[in-house]
Structures are given as C-alpha cells and as structure tokens.
C-alpha cells in the first residue's frame, strides 16, 4: 500500500509550474483589462490544479497497465512499480478529474459563460485519452500539441476571458509563451524517455524527430517567450523585465543541446518548469503595472 509521501511523489508535483503559470499570467492579462476577480482566479487556478494532477494520475494508471513504465527513468510511477493497486490510482485520477468538473462547472455557472463548458469537457477528455482508451493521442506523437493547446492557449486565455469576458493580443502573446514553456517541458521529459518508449512502441514526438531533431524543438521552444517578450515591449515596455528568467534556462539548454541523457536530463524539467513560472509571475505584475 502507497503512503502518503508516494501518493504526492505519484500526483508529480514538479510538474504543478504547467498548472500554476497559465493562469498567474492570465490573471496579469485581465488586471490590463481591469476586470480582475480574486475569486475566480482562485476558482480558474483549482481547475487547473486539479486537471494537471488527475493527468498524472491517468498517465500512471494507463501507462502502469500497459507496461509501458516498467523500466522507465524519472519519478516514481505508483502502478509501473508496484507502490499502489492499478484500480487505487484509477479512482485517484477519476476524482481529480471529476473534481475538476465540478469546479469548472461552478465557474461557468457563476460567471454565466456557459459555452466554457465545452472547452471544459474536451480538457477533461483530453487529459484521459492522453495515455487512456484504446488509442491514446500520446502514443501518437500528439502529446506536445495538446499540452500547447490546453495548458497554454486554454489556460490563459480561459483565465482572462472568465474574468473580461474577452480577450487581449497581450493574453494571447502570452498563451503561446507559456504554452511553448509547457511545451519544452514535456519535450525534455520524452527527450529522456526516447529509449525506453522505443522499447514499448510508444511513439511520442520525440521518437519520430529523433534525439537531435528533439534536442532542436526544445531549443526553439524555449526561444519563444523570450522572442514575443521583446515583442510585447515594444507595446509594455515593463514585460522586458521577464528577460531576467532567461538565465534560469542555461543550465537546461546546456543538457539539452550538450547531448545530456537519461537521469542527467531531469533537472532541465525541474528548471524549464520553473523558469515559465517565473517568467508568468514578472508577466503578471508588468502587466498589472
């Protein structure tokens, strides 16, 4: 049986800066709005909290039945290692995720923009089908796509509009800035996993670009932000204050594009996490200001 220390070594808390960064930046988009609303920021970011973690949990539990996380490198995996009972982490990712619903339902419910729900319910079915069901998009190279898409694009601008009521060219900018930082993120992790997923037959992005072509899209990656930060402050001269992060990323870049593998590459996930939130925090308040 899990204790709880393996329960929250399980929930990867690592990867909580891929939850917490969308919305602090679009909670910055929608204070330039001035239409900021402390509570359903909150409500927005136990949302996003509870998709992230109920994610991990469902990857856990999909990728432990399928034997795919027998041998891999990385955190503890509570099915893959025989920590937890497969049907355990089952019921751990069901509730997150349907605590998730819930909570965005009482979003939608309260703010009255009631179309959200279908964005609500294509994250929550996107986080299962990631590893889940017969043919999971993850296995597919689709992986980096959604987490683009959900943790960045619908996590900021969801933020912002639930608050405006619409959107900004600065919450867009944004979006995609936090969404190529959650982005990279993910591309280290299976930049590291490119041995045993090949092993398994799982065929992420990374498999199908190779270790260089991999090694290249993270560098790009985490270009980005940085190149619509200098941008944006041509428009908000204070968000050129983000720059400051970039160092953050020296020694992430320095694994990655100096050909780091296996465990070496894990703190290039830690870092990478934390410089996109920290770049998210100093968006928010430039904007705020």
Known sequence: MATVSEWIEGARPRT????????????????????????????ALLVALSLIIGVNYANDYSDGVRG?????????????????????????????????????LLLVALTGF??????GGVCILGAWFYTGGKKPYGYYGFGEIAVFVFFGLAGV???????????SWAGLAC??????????????NNLRDIPTDLESGKRTLATRLGDQGTR???????????????ILGIWHPLLLITLITAPMLLKSV????????????????????????????LSAIALAL
């Open 254 to 281: 320095r694994a990655v594009g100096g050909g780091k593998v296996g465990r070496e590459l894990i703190p290039a996930l830690r870092d990478t996490g934390l410089a996109m939130l920290a770049w998210a925090i």
């Open 175 to 188: 979006a995609v800035a936090v969404g190529t930082f959650s982005t990279a993120v993910l591309t280290a």
């Open 216 to 230: 290249r899209l993270y560098l790009v990656l985490v270009t980005v932000p940085y190149v619509l930060t200098v």
């Open 157 to 167: 601008l969801g933020t912002v509009y639930v608050q405006a009521g619409r959107v």
């Open 68 to 104: 795919t996380d027998e041998n891999r490198v990385g955190p503890l995996r509570l099915v893959g290692s025989g920590t937890a009972a497969p049907k355990a982490v089952l019921a751990a990712a069901l509730v997150c995720l349907g605590l998730a619903g819930v909570l965005g």
């Open 16 to 43: 909580l800066p891929n939850a917490i960064a969308p919305v602090v930046a679009g909670v910055g988009a929608a204070i330039a709005l001035d239409a900021f609303s402390w509570w359903r920021s909150v409500l």
């Open 114 to 119: 009631w179309w959200l729900l279908i964005m």
